[in-house]
C-alpha cells in the first residue's frame, strides 16, 4: 500500500478539517467555540420583548434573538446599516407605486420552543404591535387598516395578507414610505407566536427565533441566553446568512456603577461591559487598553434637552430660543470628558441629511434677553434626567443655567431602567424639560423626525415625541418626506427641515457622543463586531 | 446634708467622663464647622454650594488653572493657592467648590439626622406612653402596627418610600411635600427609625405602670393624660436622652445611605451621602471627593455615639446591661455601613 507522503497528509487533512468545520456552521461562525460570555449592562432593559422595547439596551439584547423579516447585515460602520433578509426569503418586492411589499416567510422555521413560525404569526405580531400602543405605533399606522384596528373598529389590520402554505406576506399602505424597508428590519415585527399575549413580556420573553434564546429573565437584575435548540436543528441552514455565534451561553448583569463595570473587565470577571466608559476613567482606560481591549466607536446620535411645547414657560418660543442661546457647548464637553462633539441641530453627523448650522451660539446675553421678552410667568421648571454619569451631570449643569435665567428649578433624577417609560407617559405630572438621547434605528433621517418630532407620534404612552411638539406644517413635511426614497434632492429637504425645526428650538441639542467598545484580555478583540444600530453583535464574540 | 438632684450627679458623671467631654468637643466642633459654611462661601471662596464653574480658570500661585481639565479632570485641593477658592479642589466635572459643598452638605445631613430624631422620639414617646399606660386593645393596635415596620428590613424600607417619594413628592390632604425637600428623607428616617425606639420605651412604661405612684396618682383622680405626661414620661427622660443622640447618629447614616442610592437627599442640594455617591464616580481619579465626606460621617457619628454611651452611664448607671440589651436593636448600624 503506498503511503502518503507528509505534505500531501497535511495538506488532505487540512482540506478535511475546513470541509468539517464549514458542515452545519452559518457565514462568520468561524473561530472558537464555547464558554460563557459574562456582560455587563449599567440598566436593564426597558422591555425584553420585541414589539415594544425601544432603548438601546433592548436592542441590542434582543439582536440576535428575535429575527425580524428583514434585518441589518451584522457588520460594522455603513455595511452594518444594510437591510438583508432576515426570516424572509428576500428583499420585498414593491408594486402599486411603493404601497405593496411582498416578502415571502423562509419554509420550515421553528421557534426555541419547537413550534412552526408562519406567515400568520407576523400579522398577529404587528397587531399585537398596535395593541400594546407600542412606540413603534408611528411606523407601521401606514398600513392599510391599521388605523381602523386600533381604534378597535377592526378584529384584524385589512392590510396585511398572509398565506400559511406559501409563507406569502403582503402589506398594503395608505401611501408610499421611502423608508419602510429600514423599519422593517426594526426589531418591532420581529414574529412571535400567534397566541403570545398582549402584555409586556419582559418576565418571561417570548421563544426566539434566532441563534440564542432568554432562558432566564431576572426584571431589574439580569437576564441570561442559551443557544436556542431549533437553530443548530433547523433553523441555521434555513438562514445561512445570519451567524450562529461561538459562545454556548451569554450572562447579563446589571451593574449600576460604570467603574464598577470597568474594573469587571479589567479583572476578566464581565467580558463586555454595554455601556461607555465613565468619563473620569475615559483617559487611563484608554491610555492602558486601546487597540488591545478598547475600540472608540463613533455613534450617530443627538443628545439633547427636550423642552415640553405643550406646557409654560416652553410653549413660548422666546424661552425655548433663550435656553439654546444659554448652554455653553464648551461645559458640556468637559462633563463629558471630551467624549461628545457639539452640535446644536436634530440630525446628527453621519445621517444622510445632515448639514452643519449653528441657530444658537452660545450667549448668555441674548438668552436673557429673550426671557425679558418672553416673560414667562410660570417660572418654576422641573429637570428630568436619569441616573447615569454624566447625564446626571449635564443634567445638574442644565439645571443650574436654567437657574441662571431666572427659573426655580426641580432636579429629578430616575433609575435609568424606569426613566423612558416614565417620560414616555404625558400624564407624568411636571414634565418640563430633561435629558434625552436618540441613536439611529436605520440610517435614514426619517428616524430623527418621524417618531421624535411630528405631532401624529405624540401618544400618552411610550411617546417618543415627548417635546409634544405639533406643528402643523413641520408634521406635514415630514409626512410628505418620509413617502419618498432617499435621493440627493430629498437629503437636502431634510437639511432644509432639520433648520425649519430648530427655528423653532423643541430641543435644546448639544452633541453627537462617541463610544466604547470594552471587552476583557480573553475575547478575541479583533473579531468583535460594533454594529451602529445594534452596538455590540453577541454572535460575534469568541473567547481567544 | 443638702439634697442634691439625679441631674446632679448624672451632670458630675459626665464631666468627669473625658471621652465624653472628648466627644461633645469634637461634636461642637463639627456643628460649628457646618454652621460657618454661608460665612466660608460668601467671604472666603466667593461661590455658593450648587454654582458650576465647569469652563472657569482660578490663579494658583501666579499660575492659570482649569477648573475642569476639557478631558473632564477636576481641579484638586489647592489649599489657600487661590486664596481659599477651591480649598478642597472642584467636585467634580461640574467644577463646584468642594469645601463650600462639604459644608453645606453637613448642614442636610445634621439637620435630618437629628431633625428626623426629634420627629421619631417624640413619635416613639407618644406611641409607648398610649400602648404602656392603656394596655388592651391599644396596646395591640400599636404594638402590632410597630412589628410590621420591624418587620421590615430598615435600609430597604426606607429606599422603598424614599424613592417613591422623591419622584411623586407627597400629597395628603393639607400635607403637600415636593419630591425634592428635605421633608421628605426627615419624614422617611422618622417613620422607619420609631419603631425601633418605640418597643423599648413602651415596655419601661409597662413597668412604670405598675409601679406604685402611679397607682396612687390614679387613686387621687389624675385622668389619662396627667399621669402619662405628669407621671410616666419624667420617668422616661434620662432613657430618652441616652436615644437621642444614639438615634441622631444612627439616622445620619441611614441619611447618607438613602442618598448614596439615590432616594435621600435630591441633587443639586449636597449632603454628605449625596457627595459619596458623587465622588464615588470619580473614586480612581479623585478618591478625596468621596474620603473626605465619609471622615465627616465617621467622626460625627462616632462622637454622638459616644455622647450617648456616655449619657447612659452618667444618667442610668445601673440599666448599663439592660439598655444594652434595648439598644440591641442599633444594629441596623451595620447594616446601612
Known sequence: ?544 | MEGRSPWYFAYRRLRSNRVAITALALFAAIVVFVLAAPLWADWVAETGPNETHTVEKIEVGGETREVVEVDGTPIGPVWLGAGGKFFLGADGRLGRDEMVRLMYGGRTTLLIGIGSALISVGLAVLLALLAGYHRGWVDTVISRALDLLWAFPVLLLAIALGSSLAVGGLDLGPISISGGSLWVPILVISLVYTTYIARPLRGEVLALREREFVEAAIAGGAGPLRVMFGELLPNLWSKIIVFFPLAAAFNMLLESALSFVGAGVQPPNSSWGTMISAGFQLLYTAPLLTILPGAMITLTALSLNLLGDALRDALDPKSKVELEAHTGSFEPEGEVL
Open chain 1, 1 to 544: 500500500m503506498k503511503k502518503l507522503s507528509p505534505v500531501l497528509a497535511v495538506v488532505v487533512l487540512a482540506v478535511l478539517a475546513l470541509s468539517f468545520s464549514a458542515c452545519g456552521s452559518s457565514s462568520g461562525d468561524e473561530g472558537s467555540k464555547g464558554g460563557t460570555l459574562k456582560v455587563s449592562f449599567a440598566g436593564f432593559p426597558d422591555y425584553l420583548d420585541p414589539q415594544i422595547s425601544y432603548t438601546a439596551e433592548g436592542w441590542s439584547a434582543m439582536y440576535n434573538t428575535y429575527i425580524p423579516l428583514l434585518t441589518y447585515a451584522h457588520a460594522e460602520g455603513t455595511e452594518g446599516s444594510e437591510v438583508i433578509p432576515g426570516l424572509a426569503e428576500d428583499l420585498p418586492e414593491k408594486s402599486n407605486g411603493g404601497k405593496t411589499y411582498e416578502l415571502t416567510l423562509v419554509d420550515g422555521l421553528k421557534y426555541s420552543d419547537g413550534t412552526p413560525v408562519r406567515a400568520s404569526d407576523y400579522k398577529a405580531t404587528v397587531e399585537r404591535l398596535f395593541e400594546m400602543e407600542s412606540p413603534a405605533s408611528p411606523f407601521f399606522s401606514d398600513i392599510v387598516g391599521a388605523e381602523d384596528f386600533l381604534e378597535g373598529k377592526a378584529d384584524g389590520i385589512a392590510g396585511i395578507e398572509t398565506d400559511d402554505k406559501t409563507g406569502r406576506i403582503t402589506i398594503d399602505l395608505n401611501n408610499p414610505r421611502g423608508s419602510f424597508e429600514s423599519e422593517l428590519a426594526m426589531p418591532f415585527t420581529a414574529p412571535v407566536p400567534a397566541d403570545t399575549p398582549a402584555k409586556p413580556q419582559t418576565a418571561s420573553p417570548p421563544p426566539a427565533t434566532g441563534p440564542y434564546e432568554i432562558v432566564e429573565s431576572r426584571p431589574g437584575r439580569g437576564w441570561s441566553y442559551e443557544r436556542n435548540p431549533q437553530w443548530e436543528k433547523n433553523n441555521a441552514d434555513l438562514l445561512p446568512d445570519l451567524p450562529g455565534g461561538h459562545v454556548d451561553r451569554i450572562e447579563a448583569t446589571v451593574v449600576s456603577n460604570q467603574s464598577t463595570q470597568v474594573n469587571d473587565v479589567e479583572q476578566g470577571k464581565t467580558n463586555w461591559m454595554f455601556d461607555p466608559l465613565p468619563a473620569d476613567r475615559v483617559a487611563a482606560v484608554k491610555q492602558k487598553y486601546e487597540g488591545k481591549q478598547l475600540r472608540v466607536v463613533p455613534s450617530i446620535s443627538t443628545y439633547f434637552f427636550f423642552l415640553n411645547t405643550a406646557r409654560p414657560p416652553f410653549d413660548d418660543l422666546k424661552v425655548r430660543q433663550a435656553v439654546n442661546h444659554a448652554i455653553d457647548p464648551a461645559a458640556i464637553e468637559r462633563i463629558y470628558a471630551g467624549e461628545i462633539t457639539g452640535s446644536q441641530q436634530v440630525l446628527p453627523p453621519g445621517m444622510p441629511g445632515y448639514e452643519k448650522f449653528e441657530l444658537y451660539p452660545f450667549d448668555m446675553k441674548k438668552a436673557e434677553e429673550r426671557i425679558a421678552e418672553a416673560n414667562p410667568s410660570d417660572r418654576e421648571i422641573t429637570v428630568w434626567t436619569n441616573s447615569l454619569s454624566p447625564n446626571d451631570e449635564a443634567s445638574e449643569y442644565y439645571e443650574g443655567v436654567l437657574r441662571d435665567l431666572g427659573f426655580d428649578v426641580t432636579l429629578k433624577v430616575i433609575n435609568p431602567d424606569n426613566y423612558f417609560s416614565l417620560i414616555g407617559n404625558t400624564s407624568t405630572p411636571d414634565l418640563d424639560t430633561g435629558w434625552l438621547n436618540w441613536f439611529e434605528d436605520y440610517p435614514h433621517p426619517n428616524d430623527f423626525f418621524q417618531p421624535l418630532l411630528s405631532g401624529e407620534s405624540i401618544a400618552s404612552t411610550f411617546n417618543t415625541n415627548i417635546a409634544q411638539f405639533d406643528d402643523p406644517e413641520i408634521n406635514a413635511k415630514i409626512a410628505e418626506l418620509s413617502e419618498q426614497e432617499l435621493t440627493p434632492e430629498v437629503e437636502g429637504e431634510y437639511a432644509e427641515l432639520d433648520r425649519e425645526v430648530m427655528e423653532q428650538a423643541p430641543w435644546a441639542p448639544f452633541g453627537s457622543r462617541s463610544l466604547t467598545l470594552f471587552v476583557s484580555s480573553d475575547v478575541d478583540f479583533d473579531e468583535v463586531i460594533w454594529n451602529p444600530t445594534f452596538s455590540g453583535d453577541l454572535t460575534s464574540f469568541q473567547f481567544k
